[in-house]
């Protein structure tokens, strides 16, 4: 099958329509309004002195536009994205039909409680099935993305150890070397050190350098089960057990859920604090980079048990709570030991209903088996991809995968310079999206491959084929694969330039045919040297 | 695949869990979904009963703000959000199979920059507040040694938990400025003595401010800052600014806001769009969270590209020294904007602004000639938010706000909570969706309330 991307030379915005167009007919304002009013007087020094720069388009242009440019986009519904650790799973259309009712796009977020309580039901039964889902005993949907739900998990951490008095020496959080890079960056949001462990040789965190790492100072764990390897972390209740003798709470960073759903639960193994990515999990989309969805959930815990204070009392945002005399839902607003909130208003209540449609349509049997394809997938391309020439499977060969397995291009790049990225490249010219790639750190030329339950049995034969195909032309022809990819709108995009701080600026005023890397159009010339091209 | 695999059961895939950390119970009794799975049919008519219950308001649309508003959104924003090509991306990690979506994402970035004024702009953060607090990290970080923020004591309350759980731990203290009584506006005096022990990393305004006048003195505010090496930050409502001087005239070193009423709808918190924008200073912009979308080049020079740039600031890179853990933002919604804003053009916002202050002035100007009724209560311009006071008709807002209920009216957003000094007074909206009528409907059914 020969894949060919849409190539539309298509002009900056700013190179389209004429003086005098406009998109969207503003109302009048009516003339009694202006009778009664007058003049509408903006003092002069906070008067805007000129009108924005921006285009004149009509209707029909704008949307032309941005039509072209989809065509030059490719997400989940253009074929499959195994991007290892981002779980890009069919995102089902009634979720979508749902997540955008009127009944719930008008809603305001401060509009009365009594007349939003189907929402409320809604965002009621979705903090306890999540909570059902990794075994623990509260949540809150107000954080916006993973991670914000560990920015959230990682204060309520540092609340916890202030609440107890002991913050001035808790000041370490300890995160295995294959972690997320939002892990140790959520960890320094926080105020705290971040103190990194190796793995060992079967991808597990390494117990020895674990043992050395801990100590008074550690106030948390963060961890994700199974690992970015893939793979299930075995000492998970040792560690456990390790990391709450000194009292520190172990935070679960849930992108890797989609590998455990009906087999283990995060709160039954021993960790106190959870994100859940509903953009990754539960089947909403991924937007070309959000919005999602990252609640957390705890496992309930004394804080200060003389006071009465619990770890739930931390949660941030408004928790829906559901009062059984008035048979109403209400918001519970956070109170003095909160955290306070993370956004402003609830959350971000389009993706949490797309999750919520989503865990609906399945219920646990549906989200068993979810679990159950991803992992078979993950197993069943290792498979048929393992013992290829030029690829190598490092941590743990021999054991199972679970949500995703992660490959290295090292053999091919060492023998005839062919790196992770090139592979990458041949990949999108099969009209596949790429693996996430140079992640996890501990692996080099990473490869990191992830079908989630959504990738069909031919699908990922086929995507193991063309790897194969790769490696093959790499030892035949390694200067070929330099050249990808082909079929896609544009050729290889040099990144190197874009980010150099000599070439980084705003496009200066006369620059419009001079292909310097930019980061906005601000002050371009609206005269263009491109000509758009029809199909 | 077992076969492939060599195993006789999926089960075997699971056999490295540890016994202990297994789930043991009986996992399909748990309270999930409705314990079973369901048919497209069946979840239909779930939703329908469902939402059912929720009371929209279109008409009146509500007259409440407060951070987010009741404004239009155009069919083509939803439809161009619609385009499954881009909602059901990832991040454009491979530029080259996303140039579409990623010249999308310049093109926000350019557009936004012309409306603000200012020369960078991040492809989003998660909203107003986050963003607020993310620019209030970053002015520390470029300030080094000082760590206060000055913020008008009639900062929208919303923000401020947000504000306060992001920075408490680098030890960024908070600091108000007191306003003037009757005006609203922020008393430079009171700035000056805050700013003179010369360790205030940036202060921070809000135009229009939370309770809907004008900040008139933005500029002075920006230039009394400069003088004692605090950066300007201003919070903006973009909807405003085809009327109101955009954030770089004013001197903002760094300006945000919330892109919410660019078409976004209201969806009941979310989601919105963080919109996070600087002037062109390296010193800056090496210390900007989130992601930027940048011009460039394919390798062999021949082509125009997009790709995403610096990102030597971000998480995946730089892990706990990043600029902010930021990954998965509001894409989407900045292309949502990104129509928007190329739907009303350079003329279409100063219409739209215009069409909105001349709607909450007459708003305000019927509601004031109810007796007992106050409106605004500060002197000086608004623009699409005002307060109203209630205490020359000796009547609690609740019973105002019940009774409009009643009447099919959601009123306005009751402020005496965080601004006791200001009585039974409330924050109403007005904007382009409200035209004469509704207007009207909500004046008369005051007055009918007050004369009962």
Known sequence: MVFRQAKWDEPLIYELGAPGRIGFLVPEVEEEIKKEVGEIKVPDKIKRSEPPALPEISEVEVVRHFVDLSQMAYGVDNGPVPLGSCTMKYNPKIAFEVANDLRVAYLHPLQDERTVQGLLEALYHLQKWLANIVGMDACTLNPAAGAHGELTGVLVIRKYHEIKGQLDKKTEIIIPDSAHGTNPASSSMGGFRTITIRSDADGNVDMEAL????????????????????????????????????????????????????????????????????????????????????????????????????????????????????????????????????????????????????????????????????????????????????????????????????????????????????????????????????????????????????????????????????????????????????????GRVDAVKASHPKTVTPTPEDSNTNMESTCTKRNRQTKSTQVKHFP | MLKTIGIKSIEELFADIPEGARFKGDWNKLEIGLGRPLSEIEIRKYIEKLFSKNKVFMDPPPFIGGGAWPHYVPAVVKYIMSRAEFYTAYTPYQPELSQGLMQALFEYQSMMADLLELEIVNSSMYDWASATAEAFLMAMRIQKRKNRVLVPSTMNPYHRPVVKAYTEPKGLKIEEVKHDKETGLIDLEDLKEKLASKDVAAVYIENPSFLGFIEENAKAIGEIAHDYGALFIMGVDPISLGVLEAPGRLGADIAVGEGQPLGLGMNFGGPYLGIFAAKWDMRIVRQMPGRIMGLTTTLDGKEMGFAMILQAREQHIRREKATSNICTNEMLCALGAAVYMALLGKHGFRKIGELIMYRSHYAAKKLNEIDGVKAPVFKGEFFKEFTVNFDGAGVKYETIHEELLKRGIHGGLYVGKWFPELGETALFCVTEMHDKNDIDKLVSSIKEILSK
Not at chain 1, 258 to 263: E, S, W
Not at chain 1, 411 to 430: I, Q, R, S
């Open chain 1, 211 to 490: 043992k050395a790492a801990v100590s008074e100072k550690t106030a948390g764990l963060m961890l994700t089960n199974p690992s970015t390897l893939g793979l299930f972390e075995e000492h998970i209740l040792e560690i456990a057990e390790i990391l709450h003798e000194v009292d520190a709470l172990l935070y679960y960073d849930g992108a890797n859920l989609n590998g455990i759903m009906g087999y283990a639960r995060p709160g039954d193994m021993g960790f106190d604090i959870a994100h859940i990515n509903i953009h990754k999990t539960f089947g909403s989309p991924h937007g070309g980079g959000g919005p999602g969805a990252g609640p957390i959930c705890i496992k309930e815990r004394d804080v200060l048990p003389e006071k009465g204070v619990k770890l739930s009392d931390l949660l941030p945002g408004f928790i829906v709570k559901y009062d059984e005399k008035t048979g109403r839902y209400y918001l519970k607003y956070p109170g003095p030991y909160s955290i306070g909130m993370v956004k402003a208003f609830f959350g971000n209540v389009g993706p949490l209903l797309w999750g919520f449609t989503y865990i609906l349509g399945l219920g646990p049997q549906g989200l068993k088996e979810v679990t159950e394809q991803a992992v078979l997938n993950t197993n069943y391309f290792t498979k048929l991809l393992k013992g290829t020439k030029g690829y190598d499977l490092p941590y743990g060969p021999e054991r199972f995968r679970k949500h995703e397995v992660v490959f290295s291009a090292e053999p091919m790049a060492h023998d005839v310079g062919v790196t992770a990225e090139d592979v990458a490249k041949g990949l999108l010219d099969a009209g596949f999206y790429a693996p996430t790639i140079y992640f996890p750190l501990i692996v080099h030329e990473a490869l990191m491959i992830e079908f989630s339950d959504t990738e069909t049995k031919e699908n990922i034969e086929r995507y193991a084929a063309r790897m194969k195909e790769i490696a093959e032309i790499a030892y035949k022809n390694p200067k070929e694969p330099k050249k990808w990819p082909v079929n896609t709108a544009k």
